[in-house]
């Protein structure tokens, strides 16, 4: 068994020790699953509509109750969770990709490329990050399903960044400078040294990018931002019911517990592995 096998064991018993990790990732487990098996548990169709049935509180026939259409509420909230975790995955995704290549060209190879990609990095870390996704929509088609795109591109600033700060620290080394002598190709050590090395802070960074984009897509969606009816997220649901707070909450709150709780067990998980990376093991 390699070493750093043995280390990744060591650092993931570390990791589940803590009970507060543990109790994060299986919150965050269960409404992920949820959402996945959404058309397995969903007891009937998250768009049916059925006027005589609007408004009725939670039941054993409707477990969360019904909209004022009729919507089942237990179903549009599966659906819509899966709506704003996938969504927000792929923009994670998209930002740690953009991240990573652009800054280790960026801090690797350093000269035009890295002033090139550093201006331009600049200049959208400038704007603030809801107007971003809102300008790279719109740049991308509104309303298309390019939502999940936005957010990635509009997110990759902040990851090029640390992905350039992290290869300058790593280029700085000797070992660098030997492999280079040993006839070492720029991509065999990219591979092999750069982003070994800091492939730590990426994943750190990946569960924030990932609150944050949830935290957006349901800010957005509550908006009436980037999804198209009968389209819907959790932030449209919380939005959907706004209207009916005195009179059946739980059309809001539900959906508002799923996003609070979405975005603090990744925080909480977050938190859990840079301590365990930290940790003596």
Same mark, same amino acid.
């Given at each position: 068994?390699?070493? !750093?096998?043995?280390?990744?064991?060591?650092?993931?018993?570390?990791?589940?020790?803590?009970?507060?990790?543990?109790?994060?990732?299986?919150?965050?487990?269960?409404?992920?699953?949820?959402?996945? /098996?959404?058309?397995?548990? =969903?007891?009937?169709?998250?768009?049916?509509?059925?006027?005589?049935?609007?408004?009725?509180?939670?039941?054993?026939?409707?477990?969360?109750?019904? +909209?004022?259409?009729?919507?089942?509420?237990?179903?549009?909230?599966?659906?819509?969770?899966?709506?704003?975790?996938?969504?927000?995955?792929?923009?994670?995704?998209?930002?740690?990709?953009?991240?990573?290549?652009?800054?280790?060209?960026?801090?690797?190879?350093?000269?035009?490329? +890295?002033?090139?990609?550093?201006?331009?990095?600049?200049?959208?870390?400038?704007?603030?990050?809801?107007?971003?996704? @809102?300008?790279?929509?719109?740049?991308?088609?509104?309303?298309?399903?390019?939502?999940?795109? =936005?957010?990635?591109?509009?997110?990759?600033?902040?990851?090029?960044?640390?992905?350039?700060?992290?290869?300058?620290?790593?280029?700085?080394?000797?070992?660098?400078?030997?492999?280079?002598?040993?006839?070492?190709?720029?991509?065999?050590?990219?591979?092999?040294?750069?982003?070994? !090395?800091?492939? !730590?802070? /990426?994943?750190?960074?990946?569960?924030?990018?990932?609150?944050?984009?949830?935290?957006?897509?349901?800010? /957005?969606?509550?908006?009436? @931002?980037?999804?198209?009816?009968?389209? =819907?997220?959790?932030?449209?649901?919380?939005?959907?019911?706004?209207?009916?707070?005195?009179?059946?909450?739980?059309?809001?709150?539900?959906?508002?517990?799923? @996003?609070?709780?979405?975005?603090?067990?990744?925080? /909480? @998980?977050?938190?859990?592995?840079?301590?365990?990376?930290?940790?003596?093991?």
């Amino acid at each position: 068994m390699s070493e !750093n096998t043995l280390l990744f064991r060591r650092r993931l018993r570390y990791f589940m020790r803590q009970p507060m990790n543990v109790c994060a990732l299986v919150i965050f487990l269960f409404i992920a699953l949820a959402c996945i /098996l959404a058309p397995l548990l =969903a007891k009937e169709n998250y768009n049916l509509v059925n006027v005589y049935q609007g408004m009725e509180p939670p039941s054993a026939e409707h477990i969360f109750g019904t +909209d004022r259409l009729g919507r089942d509420h237990f179903s549009r909230i599966l659906f819509a969770g899966r709506v704003t975790l996938g969504y927000s995955l792929t923009a994670t995704l998209i930002a740690l990709g953009l991240g990573l290549v652009l800054g280790v060209i960026s801090g690797y190879f350093g000269g035009l490329a +890295d002033t090139v990609i550093m201006r331009i990095t600049e200049v959208l870390s400038a704007v603030p990050y809801f107007l971003l996704v @809102i300008v790279f929509e719109i740049m991308l088609g509104f309303g298309q399903g390019n939502f999940k795109y =936005a957010m990635g591109i509009a997110a990759a600033p902040a990851i090029i960044h640390l992905v350039r700060a992290e290869t300058l620290n790593v280029v700085g080394n000797e070992y660098i400078e030997a492999a280079r002598a040993l006839g070492f190709s720029d991509l065999t050590i990219i591979l092999r040294h750069v982003i070994n !090395n800091i492939m !730590n802070s /990426l994943v750190l960074h990946a569960t924030g990018t990932y609150a944050d984009a949830m935290l957006t897509c349901s800010i /957005l969606g509550y908006l009436g @931002i980037g999804f198209v009816p009968p389209q =819907a997220d959790l932030g449209t649901l919380i939005a959907g019911g706004y209207g009916d707070l005195r009179v059946n909450p739980h059309l809001s709150l539900i959906p508002c517990a799923v @996003i609070m709780l979405s975005v603090l067990s990744v925080n /909480l @998980i977050g938190n859990g592995i840079r301590d365990a990376l930290e940790a003596e093991v």
